[in-house]
């Protein structure tokens, strides 16, 4: 079935960034279509249902600022929003602002193919169907894209299977249950608490250990509700200004180096951002983030941490992390360390006994088997480029995207690639993205894509892309700006290092500021850097 038809836009994906790309382009007067593959809107907070999933961003944070109206009406719970809370607020959003009109759910894009004679995007969809139009907006989201293990044995084991980025929205029993968990990043940080309150045995098969802090979460106190809403718009501004567009209250760094500070000072310092909760830890001094030495010194503070709450020394040796604090994202937790006190959790390390196969009852590590009811895989995503390339998108020439990035994600802006006119990639690789409030950078750069399509249309141009320069060397500087930080100091999924024959480039851009100001500057300069056809 095709529709004939001609969109001005189609926006792929219904989370945080195509909901207010259909808001912002149906405001401009064009005509949009959004597509999504979940029955509704949400995003990656439709798909990740496991228990105890929430949000690392602070909730008043964490949410749209492009209505005021929107800002002031939404009564958020808890200082960081549980996956029901935002789920709830996103459809909250898609119905204030009649959203699901524009929208078709259930809907899953195979491929998308661009005509250079008509200059007109044409997709195809799982259902048969097609549709055409000028502008082709992928927000598919950074973390949509599940890693599943290939682990021999699968068919044959008798209990249930489960990944915690695809949830069953049903919810899961586990009580009196034997629940092995694979993987330690944020969604098993998050969820093995919560699981080993309801299982008879936890088994937690972890390769690495994980950095995480208290996130010392609660209801909202009210007083402080007041003095955001009373000025939100001050209280976004300040954010903005801040690197990764959020925590202007929190998360300034202290001027001071930490090797300015004697060891009682620097302890009391990081006592008391431990006791606040939330990422503040990494603010503590202003060298944490860009000098090893200064690293090494809050880290060793955390290992202490968890030597204090973890009360086998050997389990608590295997939970301290070796690698740089923050070159893998942190995480903050309830409880997780002290969960491993239980009598009835254990912690296996697979780098030192690998997972080799499933049996009929459960799974093998090291030569041991481990009977199992429940297998859960928390094995985080094919990050930043898994959704985009699972899709058969071909620009100029019949050009497959994945071809285009077999050695990395190259974009200019973190926006637009070369070779694929008139495509705009939302919180995508090349952009702050991951490394940012999410919703705040998703509306700056949606306002970006609506005023570039407005310069156009008032132009009659026909069509849009990066030059291949201008796009190599903002891939140099992605990778440049990354240099000056530790991030790079270890293999983590910012790399694509998580997914085997993945090219090892550095995907986000750290620093929301000075993007924002360049995409500024790149549009009132009438866009040097692009191709623009007439």
Not at 69 to 84: G, I, V
Not at 134 to 160: D, H, K, N, W
Not at 289 to 315: C, E, H, K, M, Y
């Amino acid at each position: 079935m095709a529709d004939n038809s001609r969109l001005d836009v189609i926006v792929v994906g219904a989370g945080f960034a195509g909901l207010y790309a259909v808001h912002k382009l149906r405001e401009q007067g064009l005509s949009v279509q959004g597509y999504e593959r979940g029955v509704g809107v949400g995003g990656v907070w439709y798909w990740n249902r496991y228990p105890g999933a929430r949000c690392d961003i602070e909730s008043m944070e964490y949410s749209y600022s492009f209505s005021e109206e929107l800002q002031q009406e939404w009564e958020w719970k808890e200082k960081f929003a549980s996956q029901p809370e935002i789920l709830a607020y996103l459809n909250h959003v898609a119905d204030r602002f009649d959203l699901r009109r524009s929208f078709r759910f259930d809907t899953e894009v195979r491929s998308a193919h661009y005509d250079e004679e008509q200059a007109v995007w044409t997709l195809a969809f799982g259902d048969g169907s097609t549709a055409v139009s000028r502008y082709l907006v992928l927000a598919v989201g950074c973390l949509s894209t599940a890693m599943r293990p290939q682990i021999e044995g699968t068919e044959r084991f008798a209990g249930q299977i489960l990944h915690t980025g695809h949830w069953p929205h049903e919810g899961v029993d586990l009580a009196g249950k034997r629940v092995g968990i694979v993987g330690t990043g944020s969604s098993g940080v998050q969820a093995i608490p919560m699981i080993a309150k309801q299982a008879a045995e936890l088994t937690v098969f972890q390769r690495t250990a994980t950095y995480t802090v208290p996130a010392r979460n609660a209801p909202l106190d009210q007083a402080e509700v007041h003095r955001v809403k009373s000025d939100y718009a001050d209280f976004r501004r300040r954010n903005r200004k801040m690197i990764g567009a959020r925590g202007a209250d929190r998360l300034n760094p202290d001027a001071k180096s930490v090797f300015d500070a004697s060891p009682e000072e620097r302890r009391d310092a990081f006592l008391a951002r431990w006791a606040e909760g939330g990422m503040g830890i990494q603010a503590t001094y202003s060298d944490l983030r860009s000098d090893l030495d200064a690293n090494a010194i809050v880290a060793d503070f955390v290992r202490d941490q968890i030597r204090a709450t973890v009360t086998d020394p050997g389990t608590a040796e295997l939970l301290c992390p070796k690698q740089t604090l923050g070159c893998k994202r942190m995480c903050i937790d309830t409880d997780y360390y002290a969960t491993f006190n239980l009598p009835h959790v254990r912690l296996i390390d697979v780098k030192a006994n690998p997972i080799s196969r499933f049996t009929e009852n459960g799974l093998v590590a090291g030569g041991t088997e481990y009977p199992l009811d429940v297998a859960i895989f928390a094995t985080g995503f094919d990050a930043m480029t898994g959704s985009l390339l699972a899709m058969d998108i071909r620009g100029r020439g019949g050009v497959r995207l994945g071809d285009a990035w077999a050695d990395g994600p190259g974009t200019y802006l973190g926006i637009a690639t070369a070779g694929f006119p008139n495509m705009f990639i939302l919180v995508g690789p090349g952009s702050p993205s991951v490394l940012a409030n999410v919703p705040i950078a998703a509306e700056q750069q949606v306002d970006w894509v609506a005023g570039t399509i407005a310069y156009l249309d008032a132009r009659r141009c026909r069509a849009i892309e990066p030059q291949l320069q201008a796009q190599q060397d903002w891939v140099d500087h992605v990778n440049a700006v990354a240099a000056g930080t530790l991030y790079m100091s270890c293999d983590s999924w910012y790399l694509g290092a998580n997914v085997p024959g993945k090219a090892r480039v550095f995907m986000p851009l750290f620093g929301f500021p000075a993007y924002e100001a360049k995409c500024n500057a790149v549009a009132a300069s009438g866009y040097p850097g692009f191709e623009i056809t007439s």
